[in-house]
């Protein structure tokens, strides 16, 4: 596929149901007792990984376009699938669903697609071992997961890594097990799971950096709205600040503090986004953005970004590091080496493609350092499979000079199918 450089950007746009938010009502939905209901529901291949899974496991799952209802008899009357689970290429799906599988009589095997089945899952078995359940990973810690639980016991567990898939790993298993279980979280992850959790009638304790909920608890079906997903809507704001005479208006945006590390970095600097008034929707908020093209920007955004506003905006690196390449002063990101670990080494796919677009970029352990105001000259992108590589470099080709060409632009599905439809739509 290619990307054309743009001449300006213009429209009205949703985006598609929050992806970390829908795979946990999802989650929720398949442990409680009775009918829950979503709208909203991502479009997302990886949460319909998520809701394949669920099936297996006996629970019904009917879909109408972004609809999706759930009945389920609860985590307690779960049967053994037939088959192995499939999570596709999410690593939400395969963190999260082990929790319930670690709480089940019976034998599960869960893995994935080549790219998932790369990474690491220690991390979530080494706390679900802890908590009484028996898992047999490939070599390396890595899927096929063979997971036989049942009888499981609060634990205490100190974060070793601020990952928010791993901590609603531990607090789901927490409420299937005997007791109480807390997780200890020193840098703040995204909380979609601890605002959801009341929804569904978990007891949820936070006090402090300790994270609480008692066990075995019962979870009751909920009627529950997904936000739109601020880190699909983020790559037509940078790509509106960037693009000449671009304005352009996004509705429905997941306005999570959690969540809008990049989006507050970029109205701190004043940047030409207007975040209209901001109401709530099961629990998360949500906010319509209009974005204009900013020139300005380029000399007033930071030019280092690192520390704990790091999970806030993980998912946001790709695309930053596109804008880092215009800024004046150039884009240093540091104290991100679990970008190594995502859909691809984010890391790696970041500075191949700058470099084979003509643009000069350090590589380090744990980021990049992008020097001072660079064009962007153009040429052939590798995804590496990986979504979110595909997007941010298509938005790359927008203000390239020569446009690009993305070898697998199809990977875009795993969180938003429409992109390149959506892209088309805001030209005129
Ligand atoms: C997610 C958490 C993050 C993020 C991923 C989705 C979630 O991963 O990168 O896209 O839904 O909890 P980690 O928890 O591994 O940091």
Not at 184 to 213: K, Y
Not at 240 to 249: G, Q, T, W, Y
Request: proline share 5%.
């Amino acid at each position: 596929m290619r990307i054309e450089p743009a001449t300006r950007l213009s429209g009205e746009l949703s985006v598609p149901g929050d992806k970390s938010i829908s795979h946990r009502y999802a989650l929720f939905g398949a442990m409680a007792e009775g009918q829950t209901a979503i709208s909203n529901f991502s479009s997302s291949a990886d949460c319909h990984s998520t809701l394949h899974c669920i099936e297996e496991l006996g629970v019904q799952v009917n879909v109408k376009g972004s609809s999706v209802t759930i009945q389920s008899p609860g985590w307690q009357g779960l049967r053994a699938p037939s088959r192995q689970l499939d999570a596709g290429n999410s690593g939400t799906t395969i963190r999260m669903l082990s929790a319930l599988l670690a709480a089940q009589p019976f034998e599960t095997v869960i893995a994935g697609d080549a790219s998932l089945n790369r990474r690491p899952m220690e991390r979530i078995v080494t706390p679900l071992t802890r908590m009484g359940a028996s898992i047999e990973t490939a070599e390396g810690g890595l899927p096929p997961l063979k997971i036989r639980g049942g009888g499981l016991h609060g634990i205490r567990y100190d974060l070793p890594v601020a990952s928010a898939q791993v901590k609603s790993c531990v607090l789901l298993a927490g409420l299937m097990a005997e007791g109480e279980t807390t997780v200890v979280e020193r840098i703040q992850t995204r909380d979609h799971t601890e605002r959801a959790l009341p929804i569904f009638g978990a007891p949820f304790r936070q006090n402090g950096t300790d994270l609480s909920v008692k066990g075995p608890s019962r979870l009751t079906g909920a009627t529950v709205r997904v936000v739109g997903d601020v880190s699909s809507a983020i790559f037509f704001v940078v790509a509106a600040l960037l693009v000449r005479d671009s304005s352009i208006m996004l509705q429905g945006i997941g306005a999570n503090p959690s969540r809008t590390g990049l989006l507050e970095l970029l109205l701190e600097s004043g940047a030409n986004i207007h975040r209209l008034e901001t109401t709530v929707a099961s629990g998360e908020p949500v906010s319509d953005l209009r974005v204009s093209y900013d020139p300005g920007l380029l000399a007033r955004f930071p030019n280092v970004v690192e520390g704990d506003v790091i999970p806030n905006l993980i998912d946001e690196i790709p695309i930053l590091a596109v804008l880092g390449t215009q800024l004046e002063q150039g884009l240093a990101v540091r104290d991100a080496s679990e970008l190594r670990k995502k859909e691809s080494d984010r890391i790696h796919s970041v500075v191949s493609n700058l470099r084979n677009l003509g643009v000069m970029v350090e590589e380090f352990q744990d980021g990049f350092r992008i020097p001072g105001k660079q064009k962007i000259r153009g040429g052939q992108v590798k995804t590496y499979g990986d979504h979110r590589i595909a997007m941010a470099f298509a938005v790359a080709g927008l203000i390239s000079e020569e446009g690009v060409s993305l070898d697998d632009p199809d990977c875009a599905a795993v969180s938003f199918p429409a992109f390149y439809k959506c892209l088309d739509s805001l030209h005129h």
